[in-house]
């Protein structure tokens, strides 16, 4: 399509068209701590930090809520419990009410079990329906992709990803900054 | 620590046991660490993705061979049973429960402990068990799924099973949401699908990981898709940790829910020996009893074969150990209470059952060899030097797995085969399907355990790594000293 790569290592080649982000990688879990702190202060809101595993405290170097999965669970917690209760309700007191050992035909204790056992379905499935969807998945391509050393992201490496979609992105006064905390490997990132 | 002197201070060669004693005490106190010999993050991702990057070893070929021929025997005994009738097996009017529900309480035994171990240990930050984690959800899953299979065919007509959902059909039927079976029904369903849901999103960040790394193009596909695209974001990782955390407190519900709903099946009957409220945390202490025995089965061999001792160390073991005695003595205890509640109600068919028939009647030798197996063998763990040889301790969590299956059989059929009336007495004696049926089942879950090693990380890399010193933000990196564990702020 075009000529011009999609990755171009700073100071050097060809700038991709259209910018997605500048990275820098970092040596450790601390220097990236301290980085994130630095770039959360500079106000930045479009950016990530990139680690092969969670390192604990991060969110809160970056400056993140507290994730919103909690809610889900909650909700999905809520979808079992009613959707139970109507279900049994319905189909024992209603639609096919059965005599069973003289018990009431609504029994809310013996319906406790199902109940229970429904609420925990519905919250395991929106929780990981939120784990998924809030993390921005599935997803079949990402514009990091195209750099090679970035799939070093999920075994040793250690990145910090400012996007130019950023108000306060600037393409010099960021890599400078990147530069300054102590990033190498600065790569301008391309998208399409 | 004023009490201990300083290591630099020569030691009192007048005092020189008291210094030996302080030592020793020091060496106590020091932690062991959750991965050994200082081992760095990449070298942890290297390690466990080789045992799906490097061609399968000769013994695996072997134990795939011998556990698919197993699994055969499975398939083609429930075959029969399905096209014959559940006469196939050795139940009847007097015990008309019999092996098909004693494997059924066995296996769903062993998945407790992956949950158990996955999630009870998560929500109590005991970090040592991210190295065993993966492993036993895995075994939680197949053991369930080898659960499912007995219920499932035991009810005779299998293609009516469906009636047990509660789905709109061509009868206007509806089960009957008051009983304990149908219970079990959602009970097994449930914990089925919440542990893959929780086994899974533990494995996105590795796959992921394997993804980034393997050459095989068919295999990295197939990590691509089950990864769903991850990158390790911090703004991913966020919501992973909740989540995770959330599916662990779901989880925890969901052991002591499915081991409640379980023993229902039992306690709300009127039978001797099976009508009591103690059965509740017996099914649980029993249940992660059997599961910590299978898992000490798994992973001595893995971790020796695929050499994996410095993640899966000994510490592990010994602390699988130390779960096993405690569940054990749980199990003694109970077993010591269900004597006295017999004795002490008053109750002649309760005192009978318990009392007389299990220990002096027909089926006494189940009972001598659960009682030996269960509550005298895994009292040798109470030996540092047993706990921490793997071997050994594979050897011995042998008996009180065969135990927990002893147990019950003890319960289920030494309780129906005599009940109130006389007259309607019996016997059960096993036919050889019932046997090759339950063996049969080992062989499914050996085998989806084998194929489960061979292409997933048997070990949660991402996790692992998260407990390195070096992933601690908040102290120099390298500097790796051995009393550091337990560090979270």
């Known amino acids: ?192 | 620590m004023s009490y201990f002197t300083p290591s630099t201070v020569p030691a009192d060669p007048l005092n020189r046991h008291e210094s030996a004693e302080i030592a020793r005490a020091r060496q106590e106190l020091i932690r062991e660490p959750y991965v050994n010999n200082e081992r760095s993050a990449a070298w942890v991702g290297d390690h466990i993705a080789s045992v799906v990057e490097n061609p399968a070893p000769l013994w695996w070929w072997i134990a795939v061979g011998i556990a698919g021929g197993v699994a055969s025997l499975a398939g083609v005994c429930i075959l029969y049973l399905i096209t014959t009738g559940v006469g196939v097996w050795g139940e009847n009017k007097a015990a008309n429960w019999a092996w098909d529900i004693t494997n059924f309480v066995f296996w769903i035994g062993i998945g407790h402990a992956g949950t158990m171990i996955a999630a009870i240990l998560y929500l109590t930050r005991q970090r040592w068990a991210s190295g065993i984690n993966r492993a036993a959800e895995a075994m939680t899953i197949f053991a369930v799924m080898c659960a499912g299979v007995f219920p499932a065919v035991h009810v005779g007509r299998v293609w009516f099973a469906w009636y047990m959902a509660p789905i709109p059909n061509g009868n206007a039927i509806w089960p009957n949401f008051r009983s304990p079976l149908l219970w079990d029904v959602f009970a097994v369903n449930t914990y089925l699908g919440v542990s893959i849901m929780f086994w899974y999103v533990g494995l996105i960040p590795d796959a992921a990981a394997m993804r980034d790394r393997i050459k095989n193009k068919i295999l990295k596909y197939f990590y691509a898709v089950i990864c769903l695209g991850w990158r390790g974001s911090a703004r991913q990782w966020a919501n992973y940790e909740f989540g995770y955390l959330m599916l662990a407190g779901i989880a925890t519900l969901l052991v002591i829910t499915t081991c409640t709903v379980v023993s229902s099946d039992f306690s709300t009957s009127v039978i001797p020996g099976w009508h009591g409220t103690i059965f509740i945390p017996y099914f649980g202490v029993g249940a992660i009893y059997g599961g910590f025995c299978m898992l000490i089965i798994l992973l001595v061999p893995i971790r020796q074969y695929y050499k994996l001792q410095d993640i899966v160390t000994l510490r592990h073991i010994d602390l699988c150990c130390r779960y096993t005695l405690l569940m054990g003595l749980f199990v003694a205890y109970i077993y010591g209470m269900e004597f006295f509640i017999a004795y002490y109600s008053g109750n002649p068919n309760e005192s009978f059952t318990l009392l007389h028939d299990r220990i002096f009647g027909p089926y006494w030798l189940t009972w001598d060899l659960m009682m030996i197996f269960n509550c005298v063998i895994p009292q040798l763990f109470w030996s540092k030097r047993v706990r921490r040889t793997p071997w050994l301790a594979f050897f011995i969590v042998l008996f009180p797995s065969i135990g927990m299956w002893l147990e019950r059989y003890v319960i289920i059929v030494s309780s129906i085969h005599r009940d109130f009336l006389p007259s309607s007495w019996g016997m059960f004696y096993p036919t050889y399907i019932d046997v090759l049926t339950f063996t049969g089942t080992f062989g499914i879950f050996f085998l989806m355990y084998l194929l489960f090693i061979r292409f997933l990380p048997v070990i949660a890399i991402a996790e692992v790594r998260s407990v390195l010193p070096e992933a601690n933000p908040h102290q120099p990196p390298v500097v790796i000293e051995h009393n550091q564990g337990g560090s979270h702020d």
């Not at chain 1, 209603?94 to 199902?114: C, E, R």
């Not at chain 1, 750099?147 to 490496?157: C, G, P, Q």
């Open chain 1, 1 to 192: 399509m075009t000529d011009t790569p999609l990755v171009c290592s700073v100071g050097s080649g060809q700038m991709p068209k259209k910018l997605y982000a500048v990275a820098a990688e970092f040596a450790n879990p601390t220097a990236l701590y301290e980085a994130a702190e630095k770039v959360r202060d500079h106000g930045f809101r479009s950016w990530d930090c990139y680690t092969p595993y969670a390192i604990h405290g991060l969110d809160k170097a970056m400056g993140l809520k507290k994730s919103w999965v909690g809610v889900c669970t909650l909700v999905g917690g809520l979808h079992g419990l009613i959707g139970g209760f109507l279900l049994v309700t319905i189909t024992s007191v209603y639609i096919y009410p059965m005599d069973t050992q003289g018990k009431p035909y609504f029994s809310l204790p013996a319906f406790v079990p199902i109940l229970d056992l429904l609420t925990i379905m519905l919250a395991a499935i929106f929780t990981l329906k939120g784990i998924i969807l809030l993390s921005g998945l599935p997803r079949l391509h990402h514009p990091l992709w195209e750099w090679d050393l970035f799939s070093r992201a999920t075994h040793d490496k250690f990145f910090v990803v400012i996007e130019a979609k950023d108000p306060r992105f600037d393409e010099k006064a960021t890599v400078d900054l990147l530069q300054e905390m102590g990033g190498t490997n600065l790569t301008f990132i391309g998208e399409e």
